[in-house]
């Protein structure tokens, strides 16, 4: 079984940034592919990144494209969402998830952190 917590979540202003962080525990980390996804109320829930196993690719929704980057320290069990330029828009419970999937369907990763809430103010 894998355990994901995330952390890192806050209230910020629009055009700060945050750094959300994901602990994996377990099972070895880069066993998984890693991804985050964010629900905001009254929504479904959405794609945001995924990662490599190793970290070498990365893949972004485009509505984040060239504001959020997402990494992992295998070595330290943990993977990152850096976001920077926030907008009001990105409000959202943020949550992550783990799988062997490469992809944006949410129902093919295995494994889900409880989420971790993330408000942008105007």
């Known amino acids: 079984q894998v355990q994901l917590v995330e952390s890192g979540g806050g209230l910020v202003q629009a055009g700060g940034s945050l750094r959300l962080s994901c602990a994996v525990s377990?099972?070895?980390?880069?066993?998984?592919?890693m991804a985050w996804f964010r629900q905001a109320p009254g929504k479904e829930r959405e794609f945001v990144a995924a990662i490599t196993y190793s970290g070498s690719a990365t893949n972004s929704a485009d509505s984040v494209k060239g504001r959020f980057t997402m990494s992992r320290d295998n070595a330290k069990s943990t993977v990152y969402l850096q976001m920077n330029s926030l907008k009001p828009e990105d409000t959202a419970v943020y949550y992550c998830?783990?799988?062997?999937?490469?992809?944006?369907?949410?129902?093919?990763?295995?494994?889900w952190g409880q989420g971790t809430q993330v408000t942008v103010s105007s």
């Open positions: 998830a783990a799988g062997t999937y490469w992809g944006s369907i949410k129902s093919r990763y295995e494994y």
């Open positions: 377990g099972r070895t980390s880069s066993s998984y592919i």
